[in-house]
C-alpha cells in the first residue's frame, strides 16, 4: 500500500448525539497518494480520535471502521505499453523497423523518464516498474540508434555506453542492472530486463506496473522457465539459461537455485539433479 508505512492519517471529529453515523473522505499527504475511504459510527458523544496503522487497519473501541484502499501509480508508463502492444509480439519478437518510425514517440517516455526519478516516497514495486521499464525501454532506444544490426554484441560496448541523462546521473545499461535493480534484491527482474537478443527472456508486449508487478514477474518467469528453447527440465537433468550462472547469488537468497527453480517451474526438480548450460544465442530478438 502506497505510503502507509510513512504516513498516519489522523482524524478528530466530535459528534453532538449517539447513534449518529458518518462518512469522510480523506486524501493521504502527498503526490500520488492512496485514497483511503473511512467510514465511522460513534457508539457515544465524546470526541474520538483516529489513527491509520501501518497495516492499513483502524480499531476503537468506540468506533467502527472500514477502509477502502485504492493504489495510484508514481508513474505512468502508458506510451511505453501501447508501443509494445504495437511492436512486439506474444513470443517477444520486436519489429524493430515499425519502431524506428516511432522513435519520438519512445523518445516522449524516455523524456518522462529523464524528469521524473523515483524517490523515497515510491514504494519499493513503483522504483520497480520504473527501472524495468527504463532498461528496456532504454535497449530499445539503443537499438534503434544502432539498426539495421544483426545483434547487440555488434554495437561496440552495448552495456557501457551513457546516453541518457536521467536526473543529475547519465546511466548506461550496466548500471541500471547492477548498480540499481539487482540491489532490490528481487531476482525475478533478470526475467523482465531484456538484452534484444534470443537467448534473453522475451519482451513483454505491455509495461510493467507497480499495482501488477508481482503477477507480471511470477509469469515472466515461468514462462521463461517453460519454453524449452531456454530451458530443458526434468526430475534429474536439467539444461539451463547461463542467466542462472551468471547470476548465480540473486538465485540462492532463500535457498538453493533448485529451490528457486522449482518455486516456478511445473517440473518437480530433484536437488541432486545433473545441471548443465545451453548456449547462448546473442541474435537480434526480431
Not at 46 to 66: F, M, P, Q
Not at 146 to 158: A, H
Not at 259 to 277: M, T, W
Request: contains cysteine; negative net charge.
Amino acid at each position: 500500500m502506497k505510503y502507509l508505512s510513512a504516513l498516519i492519517v489522523t482524524l478528530i471529529f466530535t459528534l453532538s448525539c449517539s447513534g449518529l453515523q458518518q462518512t469522510t473522505q480523506d486524501k493521504a499527504v502527498g503526490t500520488n497518494a492512496s485514497d483511503v475511504v473511512f467510514t465511522e459510527q460513534k457508539k457515544d458523544n465524546n470526541s474520538t480520535k483516529v489513527s491509520l496503522g501501518e497495516d492499513g487497519t483502524i480499531s476503537d473501541d468506540g468506533i467502527s471502521v472500514t477502509t477502502e484502499l485504492i493504489y495510484t501509480e508514481a508513474f505512468d508508463h502508458a506510451i511505453l505499453n501501447a508501443l509494445l502492444k504495437e511492436y512486439v509480439s506474444e513470443d517477444g519478437n520486436v519489429n524493430y523497423k515499425g519502431l524506428k518510425t516511432e522513435s519520438k514517440t519512445l523518445q516522449r517516455y524516455i523524456d518522462l523518464l529523464k524528469l521524473h526519478q523515483p524517490n523515497d516516497d515510491w514504494t519499493k514495486n513503483d522504483k520497480l516498474a520504473y527501472w524495468i521499464n527504463a532498461y528496456n525501454a532504454l535497449t530499445i532506444d539503443l537499438i534503434l540508434r544502432n539498426y539495421p544490426t544483426k545483434s547487440i554484441k555488434d554495437i561496440k560496448d552495448p552495456w557501457d555506453q551513457r546516453l541518457w541523462k536521467l536526473g543529475d546521473t547519465w546511466q548506461n545499461l550496466n548500471d541500471i542492472e547492477h548498480e540499481i535493480l539487482r540491489k532490490m534484491n528481487e531476482p525475478r527482474i533478470h526475467f523482465a530486463i531484456v538484452c534484444a537478443s534470443v537467448s534473453c527472456p522475451k519482451l513483454q508486449n505491455t509495461a510493467f506496473t507497480a499495482s501488477n508487478l508481482d503477477a507480471q514477474l511470477t509469469n515472466a518467469t515461468k514462462e521463461f522457465l517453460a519454453d524449452t528453447s531456454k530451458n530443458e527440465l526434468s526430475k534429474d537433468n536439467i539444461k539451463i539459461s547461463k542467466i542462472f550462472r551468471w547470476f548465480k547469488n540473486d538465485f540462492e537468497q532463500n535457498g538453493s537455485l533448485i529451490d528457486f527453480l522449482n518455486q516456478y517451474s511445473d517440473i518437480s526438480i530433484s536437488e541432486s539433479a545433473k545441471k548443465s548450460y545451453t548456449d547462448y544465442n546473442w541474435d537480434l530478438n526480431d
